[in-house]
């Protein structure tokens, strides 16, 4: 099973953010209040409000005592044999639910538009062959996406996340992954997901108003 579950973020008044608040769990409403920025929080309650959609679908409390804490300071779900994982970039909010580890994330190719930059982070995340195929790619700025996605996908499936050097992380080989192509959902988003076992024949996309 790999369920990917899609939502715009609405951004909201101090009055509507405060209501939206109040439906979720005091862990995620704790870490809403930590953000600076109104836009952040808003993601972060987006995130929220969708995670608490897909579990009540799937006829999982949502409720505290629903959610534990991996090794490496994961959230996790109690309940065995069921995985999730959360990630927000400007107007959108996605998770993922699978029956083995998962990770996922969004980005948005504005972030990888500019020549220089890009040459600076290739060297910095891309594996010895994955920067021989960039550069056969003709320095593809969405090929670039494609590896930042991916490789964040997969920290976030191992719990390491940023602790991770990222060119230590091989995205050509030995991993599975299923990607959401730019133009899916408008301006341009790409979303990779990472699981530990192969999930690609089982995978049901959601977009949700």
Excluded at 46 to 73: N, T, V, W
Excluded at 91 to 116: C, H, K, M, T
Excluded at 126 to 134: I, K, M, P, S, V
Aim: hydrophobic share 35%.
């Amino acid at each position: 099973m790999l369920k990917l579950y899609i939502r715009p973020v609405c951004f909201q008044r101090p009055e509507e953010e405060e209501n939206s608040l109040s439906l979720l769990v005091e862990s995620r409403r704790e870490k809403v209040r930590t953000i600076k920025g109104k836009e952040n929080r808003s993601r972060s309650i987006a995130a929220g409000l969708l995670l608490r959609h897909m579990l009540l679908e799937e006829q999982i409390p949502y409720a505290e005592e629903s959610f534990g804490l991996e090794g490496h300071g994961k959230p996790r779900l109690k309940k065995d044999g069921v995985f999730f994982n959360l990630s927000h970039a400007g107007a959108y909010a996605v998770g993922a639910l699978s029956d083995v580890p998962v990770g996922v994330d969004v980005e948005q190719q504005n972030r990888f538009w500019q020549e220089a930059r890009n040459q600076r982070l290739a060297k910095r995340i891309l594996t010895e062959a994955e920067w021989n195929w960039w550069k056969d790619a003709g320095d593809d700025p969405q090929e670039l996406l494609r590896f930042w996605t991916r490789k964040e996908s997969y920290v976030k499936m191992t719990g390491e996340g940023m602790t991770k050097a990222f060119h230590t992380v091989d995205t050509l080989h030995g991993k599975y992954y299923k990607e959401i192509p730019l133009g899916t959902i408008k301006d341009r988003y790409l979303i990779s997901v990472c699981t530990q076992e192969d999930r690609t024949c089982d995978f049901v996309c959601k977009m949700l108003d």
